[in-house]
């Protein structure tokens, strides 16, 4: 029985130690993959080293090595279960890694009570402690401290230049300047990306606006994503959708350190309704180091067609809110989770209506893309997976000196 088990815990530890030591996506995992690695050579000898304390007896310390295996065994095989049952969807590999470390428990117990010889025995029960805090230790940092530290934020920024008229001086363009900056030590994928330009008119009062119209402006705040000043002789009207469109490939990167920049431009005719123009950028990315993404991100749905779509987007379109629907497959960033968890998939929502356009994204088992999930759901997506969402806008400008030149 104590060899089966640490044969079986060797062939797993070096399948999974192997992987990660070669593949994993951080330091710390590959650290991990290297422990994994040394454990399973260590529950490899105390397998040689249990037969020879049961048969031939030829080595003195035989025992005393078959209790370090065994030992080594039981505590990774625990760590794996915990770790298993907190993140894993399979059922199979809860109950191997239970299996074997009841099993390895009981293979500590039985070389035990054959009152194995240890020397110097304060020396090695202090070896043995120091091994324990360290793997105990670097099993935290992985899978407690890492998935929760301080998040690296990129930047987007937005720049207009200066208005271009056409020859028949009917019509304007408006260059828009945008730039993604990743100041940080991890790399992204780009899940998605979207620059919309909202026309917004608005018109003065030939008087001052009474108190209760600045409450009524205050009050749509509540309700609106737009969050126009309160004025005394302005009056907003809600803004409109003039154009929206990607900016950027999705399924591109940006390393860290680097920066992308690229150039939009808007055209209006000169007797276009509207006062001011305001222009939004977003981008939804995901961490490089917590997930690989298979690419491509194909193109799935559109909202409105015959395709099957969650009901919440459906509900979406009927108040006005089109979708263009992408996915792609991800997998995990250890060895691991890879096999202990279902399949996921990043589902990119390109959402546009009368009132603006937007880029959401989730990560699912393939069938749980109708599911709503909870903020506790959502946070832990977005620690496991290192989901970032940028927003920057408005940036606004009058059209009163461009359009006076008609």
Known sequence: MIVLVLLMTTVLLARFGLDDFAHDLTFAGRLTGAVLLVVSFTTLVGAAAALDHWIRQSYAYSGLVALIGTFAAFLTNAMLLVQTLKNGDSVAYPALFGALTAGSAGAVFAVWRTSVVIPAPKRVAAAL??????????????????PYQRQTRPLITLSMGKPVLSKDRTAFAVP?????HNHGDVGFYVLGTEVHAMGKQVPLSPKDRLRQQWRGDAEQWLNSSEVNPLSRREMHQPGELVEA???M???QWVESNDTFATRVVVQL???TPYDQVAFYATASLARKDRLVLQPPINFVAYSWGREKVPGWVKEQQKSGLDSLIYRARVHENNALDERTRDPRFVTVYWKFGTHGASVQT???R???ESRIPSPADVRELVSRYGLVDLYTGP???TLWDIKSQR
């Open 395 to 397: 940036v606004e400008r």
């Open 269 to 271: 005719p000169m007797d």
């Open 362 to 364: 989730s990560i699912a």
């Open 249 to 251: 490939p999705d399924g």
């Open 366 to 368: 393939k069938g749980e």
């Open 245 to 247: 469109k990607p900016w």
């Open 129 to 146: 402690i120091v091994s324990s805090v360290i793997a105990i230790a670097n099993f935290g940092y992985q899978n407690l401290y890492q």
């Open 176 to 180: 828009v300047d945008i730039t993604l």
